[in-house]
């Protein structure tokens, strides 16, 4: 039995829908539009939501975004009489799990539920047994590197990234690796590596915000002899040296338009051309792309080719900041004083519990690169066996600063309206909250102390569009 979240305008249909999954033995919500259905999953949850694509006031595409973003683990069936296959596969590509074109018989639209349902229940499944086997190798660690690398944690945002790193490395897929600088895109793209079938093959690295266009080009796809000045002599590129393997794209975002054509067309054919050759060469490489950036401003400040995002875009994975898994810190410090002691030559082998507090207080702009270098400085300072609070340098974040409180009043002597005071309050640190994250919700929500659900819901509120 799964409880199944409905979303459809048409009273028809929504009760239509009810009553077949009821008899089915589900549990069952349902709202006539898209604001209400997001208050009944954020009060209620759900394992599965079905939308109608065309909605008044809030698309179901709008509820398929919001869905994804805030509940990235429940299931989105979109059912639309309206669009075409194109449409349908632009949900498919948000996070859709399936589709429906109307009309549909009962028959059809059962099956297809119990087969979404079916397909979370083996997912669930396999979660829990990675969890489970995760537990039993707490005191493996030998075994567990091979498979994770640097990758260190036990938070639930790590285990989540852990399932991910599982599942994709059993596939071919090109995968898409979101994260914050020094949050470890690197090493999720070797864990994968490592993991999958090309594990024997090469993992080559080509960081491409370092290079200029020409010089990046010539990286990637190689160049023949004379093909620029001071070629003097055939070079291969990262994907012939990668072939049979895999190929990490970090900072794609920086990749020029030209370039981005030319590895598209890599992408579909499996084949390239040097630079300044003629010479067709097939090419089977496994892609692995890195961007600090999210795919929001991928798209629209960059002028980044759709078809290349939606090529690259075909399994995102997202690396969590180091601010969002504090209770990691103590077992990311540990694994650095064990890693960096030989380095540093330093007699620690422990760290104090004030030392801990005031790591776990702070918020890593630089993420986990930052820590490891907190601990390196602290490892060469400290002179005894134990790292304390008074080793570690300031720690003090020059780019973050408190959001402003606003000035408090004495009340008018004729009175005020409160609620008009109140409200215009609201709204002011609602546009300074999103500006200061720079439109991203989930950052704007924290910095104000509520849900993300609450502050789409003041948004609509307030007319705030970004």
Not at 332 to 341: A, D, G, N, T
Request: net charge negative; proline share 5%.
């Amino acid at each position: 039995m799964a409880r199944i979240l409905i979303i459809d305008d048409h009273d028809s249909v929504r009760e239509g829908l009810e009553l077949l999954l009821r008899r089915r033995g589900h549990r069952t919500d349902s709202a006539e539009g898209g604001a209400k259905g997001l208050e009944l999953l954020e009060a209620h949850g759900a394992d599965l939501v079905i939308t109608d694509l065309k909605m008044a006031q809030m698309d179901g595409m709008e509820v398929l975004r919001r869905v994804r973003e805030l509940h990235p683990h429940v299931d989105v069936l979109v059912i639309t009489a309206y669009g075409t296959i194109e449409k349908a596969v632009e949900a498919m590509k948000m996070g859709a799990v399936d589709f429906l074109t109307k009309p549909f018989s009962s028959e059809e639209f059962g099956v297809k539920v119990e087969r979404l349902l079916q397909n979370r229940q083996e997912r669930e499944e396999l979660r829990r047994e990675n969890r489970d086997l995760r537990v039993e190798n707490t005191y493996l660690k030998e075994e567990a590197e091979p498979r994770y690398g640097e990758l260190v944690g036990e938070s639930p945002p790590m285990e989540e990234l852990f399932e991910w790193v599982n599942r994709v490395a059993r596939s071919d897929s090109t995968v898409m690796i979101y994260g914050e600088s020094g949050t470890g895109k690197e090493l999720v793209a070797r864990a994968i590596h490592a993991g999958s079938s090309r594990a024997d093959g090469p993992f080559i690295r080509v960081n491409c915000g370092a290079l200029s266009e020409s010089l990046l080009d010539s990286e990637l796809f190689g160049h023949e002899k004379g093909a620029f000045t001071g070629a003097e002599r055939r070079r291969r590129g990262r994907f012939e040296l990668a072939h049979g393997g895999t190929l990490f794209l970090d900072e794609i975002a920086t990749i020029a338009p030209t370039t981005q054509v030319r590895l598209l067309r890599v992408l579909q054919e499996r084949e390239l051309e040097r630079v300044g050759g003629e010479e067709t060469i097939p090419v089977d490489v496994r892609i692995i792309a890195a961007t600090n950036q999210n795919s929001e401003s991928l798209l629209g400040e960059n002028g980044f080719r759709e078809d290349l995002f939606y090529r690259l875009h075909v399994v995102p994975i997202h690396v969590p900041p180091l601010r969002e898994r504090p209770s990691d810190i103590p077992t990311l410090v540990r694994h650095f004083i064990e890693k960096l002691q030989e380095r540093t030559g330093s007699p620690v082998n422990a760290v104090s519990d004030e030392a801990l507090e005031e790591l776990r207080s702070y918020r890593w702009p630089g993420n986990v690169r930052e820590l490891e270098n907190v601990v390196e400085r602290a490892l060469v300072l400290a002179d005894g066996q134990v790292l304390g609070a008074r080793h570690l340098p300031p720690l003090r974040d020059p780019h973050q600063e408190p959001l402003p409180v606003p000035a408090g009043g004495s009340l008018p002597d004729d009175g005020t309206n409160l609620n008009e005071m109140v409200e215009g309050m609201e709204e002011r640190l609602l546009r300074q909250a999103l500006e200061r994250a720079r439109g991203v919700k989930a950052e704007a929500a924290r910095l104000l102390g509520i849900k993300p659900s609450a502050l789409y819901y003041k948004m609509e509120k307030y007319g705030i569009d970004s």
